[in-house]
């Protein structure tokens, strides 16, 4: 008896006895979980395409839905056709519960289920992606099998009864989501169709809470905080000149400035367009300076430094002499 009661407790100790079919899991973790299982479908595909971006551009958009589909195939393979749970279950410690099955202890999903949950999740995005591109498909001439009259028809009447039943699935999901928010169970309607449930995989494990993350990202939000707020009171015009007179000495900066200064304009460096000063004798384009006193009020010359003053047109004096 004893050595049967030590072989029934190792039994019950493997991962599918630690699961516990009858503690409620919280509908934030469920949702939390199609959250990363959403984010990590994302990554994989991100990752794919950047194999490709020396290639030619639009290479892999022919073949989009098909990839798309493979890889959610793959992830599909590795994780909820290997353990019962998703990845993002399986970091959230979940996993998925036979509902069907009228035993009272954990029992993983049989291998139709999925399969179920696989073309259930996999096939209806693979055929929304798609859809464009089968109709204009369809399309064929009038020497081919169907007549331009008839490919019309049936266009439009796949188009109807695609319409039709994408309505009916989304108001469906739509309920099955009111209904998961009342009894917590099934966030997704393919879930509930193959009969699938999310439990705790170990509900007595200890979860050590780190604070590291959340203390570097209240770090980091409040130093981007403080340079928003900084950054506006700072004349980087002013800055700039200063750091210039600094480094290459202010005679040397007003000798390299003077011989250029009506040549091009103080802000963007091209020949000035209507030609403005603002008490400094170095000219800006119009539409440059004017746009930058009304960003900035407190705005100087990047050339010297000098306080902008009252906007005035350049005059120009031209001597003219014989040859």
């Known amino acids: 008896m004893a050595g049967f009661g030590s072989k029934d407790n190792a039994k019950g100790s493997g991962p599918n006895g630690d699961a516990d079919p009858t503690a409620p899991v919280l509908r934030i973790n469920q949702l939390d979980a199609l959250e990363l299982d959403s984010a990590l479908e994302q990554l994989v595909w991100t990752q794919f395409s950047r194999c490709f971006q020396s290639c030619r551009p639009g290479l892999l958009t022919p073949l989009e839905p098909e990839l798309k589909a493979l890889l959610r195939l793959l992830l599909w393979r590795f994780t909820l056709y290997s353990n019962s749970a998703t990845v993002g279950q399986a970091l959230l410690s979940l996993r998925y519960h036979n509902v069907l099955s009228t035993a009272p202890r954990y029992r993983p999903l049989s291998r ?8 259930l999740t996999v096939g209806p995005q693979w055929l929304q992606d798609r859809s464009h591109s089968l109709f204009l498909g369809m399309g064929l001439s009038a020497g081919g099998l169907l007549s331009e009259r008839d490919s019309g028809l049936l266009q439009k009447g796949l188009r109807t009864c695609l319409t039709l039943i994408s309505s009916v699935v989304q108001l469906a999901s739509l309920l099955n989501f009111l209904v998961f928010l009342r009894r917590g169970q099934h966030p997704v309607l393919s879930e509930r169709i193959v009969g699938a449930r999310a439990v705790f995989a170990k509900p007595n494990v200890v979860r050590d809470v780190t604070y ?7 770090l ?3 130093f981007a905080e403080f340079l928003i707020f900084l950054v506006p009171l700072l004349n980087t015009g002013n800055l700039k000149a200063s750091v210039s007179a600094l480094v290459f000495g202010r005679e040397r900066v007003e000798a390299r400035g003077a011989g250029d200064a009506w040549k091009e304009c103080g802000l963007c460096g091209e020949w000035p367009t209507m030609p403005h000063t603002v008490g400094c004798r170095h000219v800006f384009c119009y539409y440059c300076i004017k746009s930058q006193i009304i960003a900035e009020p407190c705005f100087a010359c990047p050339r010297c430094g000098a306080e902008a003053g009252q906007l005035v047109p350049a005059k120009m004096e031209v001597e003219m002499t014989e040859r």
Request: aromatic share 6%; net charge positive.
């Open 220 to 222: 980091w939000h409040g």
């Open 112 to 119: 139709r289920q999925k399969l179920g949950l696989a073309l």
């Open 212 to 218: 590291q993350h959340m203390n570097r990202e209240l």
